[in-house]
Nanobody
Framework: QVQLVESGGGLVQAGDSLRLACATS????????MAWFRQAPGKEREFVAT????????NYADSVKGRFSISRDNAKNTVYLQMNSLKPEDTAVYYC????????????WGQGTQVIVTS
């Protein structure tokens, strides 16, 4: 049973930084592509960033490019999202997700962590 547990959310002011973490267990973390998604109130869930299993390639939503950075530590089975220069529009529940090698779907999801950015 693969489990993903997010942490690090909170209430911050615009311009502040936060670092989210997603700890995984029960699977072969090093072989998963990992991603962060977010869902703001009244909106659909949207892609934020992804990192492939060997940490070489990353991809970001245009809305967070230059401000957010995704990384992973395969030894700790953890993926991170460093969020800088936060804006009120970054307010959302942030979810991490895992995509097994060979799959086109993110098969495993965490429960989410709330990020609130005040102006």
């Amino acid at each position: 049973q693969v489990q993903l547990v997010e942490s690090g959310g909170g209430l911050v002011q615009a311009g502040d930084s936060l670092r989210l973490a997603c700890a995984t267990s029960g699977g072969t973390f090093s072989r998963y592509a990992m991603a962060w998604f977010r869902q703001a109130p009244g909106k659909e869930r949207e892609f934020v960033a992804t990192i492939i299993w060997n940490t070489v390639r990353t991809n970001y939503a245009d809305s967070v490019k230059g401000r957010f950075s995704i990384s992973r530590d395969n030894a700790k089975n953890t993926v991170y999202l460093q969020m800088n220069s936060l804006k009120p529009e970054d307010t959302a529940v942030y979810y991490c997700a895992a995509q097994p090698v060979g799959s086109s779907l993110y098969s495993y999801w965490g429960q989410g962590t709330q990020v609130i950015v005040t102006s």
